[in-house]
T-cell receptor, first 116, second 112 residues
C-alpha cells in the first residue's frame, strides 16, 4: 500500500529565509506522481507543484521547488525567500496511477508559520 | 466561474439525522472524489468515481454512500450521522493532466 509521511507537525521560520518541508513516501510502483498542496487558514486546497517519477529534473514553480530523491523516496518542498503569506498547512500527496481514477493520498501535513 | 462547487458550506446535524452533501463540477472531468479532513490531519479518501456510473470505496467509506448522478454531479450521503463524522468534507475532480486535480472549498459538518 502507498503511504506518505510528513514528520514535521509544525515549523517556525523567519521571513525571507528559505525553508524545507520534508516528505517521504512508500510505494512499490515505478510510475507515480508527487504533489504539494498549500492550505491557508481559509481552508481551500491550493496546488503548488508536481513531480512525476520519471521526470529527470526537479520540478520548480516560482519560489517553490521540489527536491526529488528517488532512491531515498523523498520529495521535499523548498520555499525560497519565505513571505508572511506562506504561513499555512502544507500537504505532500501521491498519485496512484493504477487505480481506476488515479486517486491521490495525502500526508498528515506540516503547519508552517513565518515570523516577521 | 469554472470549478468545483460544494453545498452547503456549513451544516450542523443531530446524531442520527441524515443529509446529502452536493458537489458539482463544470469542467467536463471524468473522475471525482470525496475526502474528509479531521483537525490537524491530512485528507482521507472516502469514495471516488472514475467515470459516470461507477463508484469505488476509498480509505474510510463506512457510514457513507455516494451517487454519481451524471458527469457533473457526485453526492455524498450520511444516512445516520454520528459525532465521529464531524469533519470538513472536500470534493475534487480531475482532468486528463497528471496533476490536474481541482478541489471545492469544503463543507464544514458538525454532528452533535
Amino acid at each position: 500500500a502507498q503511504k506518505i509521511t510528513q514528520t514535521q507537525p509544525g515549523m517556525f521560520v523567519q521571513e525571507k529565509e528559505a525553508v524545507t518541508l520534508d516528505c517521504t513516501y512508500d510505494t512499490s510502483d515505478q510510475s507515480y506522481g508527487l504533489f504539494w498542496y498549500k492550505q491557508p487558514s481559509s481552508g481551500e486546497m491550493i496546488f503548488l507543484i508536481y513531480q512525476g517519477s520519471y521526470d529527470e529534473q526537479n520540478a520548480t514553480e516560482g519560489r517553490y521547488s521540489l527536491n526529488f530523491q528517488k532512491a531515498r523516496k523523498s520529495a521535499n518542498l523548498v520555499i525560497s525567500a519565505s513571505q508572511l503569506g506562506d504561513s499555512a498547512m502544507y500537504f505532500c500527496a501521491m498519485r496512484d496511477p493504477y487505480s481506476s481514477a488515479s486517486k491521490i493520498i495525502f500526508g498528515s501535513g506540516t503547519r508552517l508559520s513565518i515570523r516577521p | 466561474n469554472a470549478g468545483v462547487t460544494q453545498t452547503p458550506k456549513f451544516q450542523v446535524l443531530k446524531t442520527g439525522q441524515s443529509m446529502t452533501l452536493q458537489c458539482a463540477q463544470d469542467m467536463n472531468h471524468n473522475s471525482m472524489y470525496w475526502y474528509r479532513q479531521d483537525p490537524g490531519m491530512g485528507l482521507r479518501l472516502i469514495y471516488y468515481s472514475a467515470s459516470e456510473g461507477t463508484t469505488d470505496k476509498g480509505e474510510v467509506p463506512n457510514g457513507y454512500n455516494v451517487s454519481r448522478l451524471n458527469k457533473r454531479e457526485f453526492s455524498l450521503r450520511l444516512e445516520s450521522a454520528a459525532p465521529s463524522q464531524t469533519s470538513v468534507y472536500f470534493c475534487a475532480s480531475r482532468d486528463s493532466r497528471l496533476y490536474g486535480y481541482t478541489f471545492g472549498s469544503g463543507t464544514r459538518l458538525t454532528v452533535v
